[in-house]
T-cell receptor, first 118, second 113 residues
Framework: GAGVSQTPSNKVTEKGKYVELRCDPI?????LYWYRQSLGQGPEFLIY????????DSGLPNDRFFAVRPEGSVSTLKIQRTERGDSAVYLC????????????????FGQGTRLTVV | QKEVEQNSGPLSVPEGAIASLNCTYS??????FFWYRQYSGKSPELIMS????GDKEDGRFTAQLNKASQYVSLLIRDSQPSDSATYLC?????????????FGAGTRLAVHP
């Protein structure tokens, strides 16, 4: 696609429910990132994929959070037993190559999914 | 110490003035830096990337990188009200092999007519 696509754009769920957030990166981009952004804060790193594998998941806050990218393209972020504190905008970004130190590996963001846990 | 630090602002400048946004980073191994613009309720949009010491100009925007001082800046010349947004500085961390793009908290810029 022309850009990073995230669905849904908004998700309201009840506390304790399970949610899935989807990210479709720019075609050909091998690296995919998930971030979480709360109001007034910068994006907080969650997990990074290089191809199909999670190269770095150190930002996932706890074991309720999990992400997959089975075919090296679309990724799904899964949150179990949602809590009100999970409410935030979840951002996905992709870049052509990693590591980021290489020239020309800028990351581009999707429009985000606003998750509200009530 | 945070890996990427920015003053949260707000930075208020009159229309037509130069806006100067600053960022410091802690990882001496970082080789590249990025500036993103984020309008309220929108996702970050990449506006500048810089990989080497010195200045890089693109239209009204100039990014400056000083690796010795671990300092990155963004200058916006002839500021316009449409430039009013939050500006995010980002750089990779060497932890684990340059595989995380870390963001500052952002500086809110307000350009008033």
């Amino acid at each position: 696609g022309a850009g990073v696509s995230q669905t849904p754009s908004n998700k309201v769920t009840e506390k304790g429910k399970y949610v899935e957030l989807r990210c479709d990166p720019i075609s050909g981009h091998t690296a995919l990132y998930w971030y979480r952004q709360s109001l007034g804060q910068g994006p907080e790193f969650l997990i990074y994929f290089q191809g199909t594998g999670a190269a770095d998941d150190s930002g996932l806050p706890n074991d309720r959070f999990f992400a997959v990218r089975p075919e090296g393209s679309v990724s799904t972020l899964k949150i179990q037993r949602t809590e009100r504190g999970d409410s935030a905008v979840y951002l996905c970004a992709s870049s052509l190559f990693t590591p980021l130190r290489a020239v020309g590996t800028e990351a581009f963001f999707g429009q985000g999914t606003r998750l509200t846990v009530v | 110490q945070k890996e990427v630090e920015q003053n949260s602002g707000p930075l208020s400048v009159p229309e037509g003035a130069i806006a100067s946004l600053n960022c410091t980073y802690s990882d001496r191994g970082s080789q590249s830096f990025f500036w993103y613009r984020q309008y309220s309720g929108k996702s970050p949009e990449l506006i500048m990337s810089i990989y080497s010491n010195g200045d890089k100009e693109d239209g009204r925007f100039t990014a400056q990188l000083n690796k010795a001082s671990q300092y990155v800046s963004l200058l916006i010349r002839d500021s316009q009200p449409s430039d009013s947004a939050t500006y995010l500085c980002a750089g990779p961390t060497t932890a684990g092999g340059y595989n995380k793009l870390i963001f500052g908290a952002g500086t809110r810029l307000a350009v008033h007519p």
